[in-house]
């Protein structure tokens, strides 16, 4: 038989006599990725074994109510990990849902001017996200004398 690379370490690798259309070699990463793809695979396929590894992971937690408090504490380095990444993840969502927010203020609808004024200014052609400020100022009839308040 004839050497074939390995799907993941790309390793040449000569494949087993019993299994002639293995693609993976007999190396413990690539063997442990082989099970996790066909377990993520199998997962989104299959919705019977969805449920029987769902049902037992909520078994494994009612099992060890206490084993996420006792991680956080006995490894802090990797809770705040986990909080800096939650944060990203937070801040990525949040930045989607404004991706497609474009509802702005007609300009063309009243006779105000809006300036870009910079060196970044040509960057925004484009850029319908741009944190502003507005001001709004009323104005003044000339000649109309103030009115107090009575």
């Known amino acids: 038989m004839a050497l074939r690379p390995c799907r993941y370490c790309q390793q040449s690798f000569q494949p087993s006599r019993f299994r002639p259309d293995q693609a993976v070699c007999s190396q413990p990463d690539c063997q442990r990725q082989r099970r996790a793809d066909y377990h993520r695979t199998k997962i989104k396929t ?14 494994w937690r009612e099992a060890h ?3 996420q408090q006792n991680y956080r504490q006995s490894h802090p380095q990797s809770a705040e990990q986990n909080r800096q990444r939650q944060q ?16 702005a203020f007609d300009l063309k609808r009243s006779d105000l ?21 507005l001001l709004i100022f009323q104005p003044v009839a000339v000649g109309q004398p103030a009115t107090a308040p009575s």
Not at 88 to 99: P, T
Not at 115 to 127: F, I, M, Q, T
């Open 65 to 67: 109510p206490d084993y």
């Open 113 to 133: 001017e809006v300036w870009l004024v910079g060196s970044v200014a040509g960057n925004l052609e484009k850029n319908n996200l741009a944190s502003s400020q």
């Open 88 to 103: 990203g993840r937070d801040r990525k969502r949040h930045l989607h849902d404004l991706e497609k927010n474009n509802l």
């Open 46 to 59: 299959d919705p019977e074994y969805a449920e029987v590894v769902r049902d037992s992971q909520r078994k």
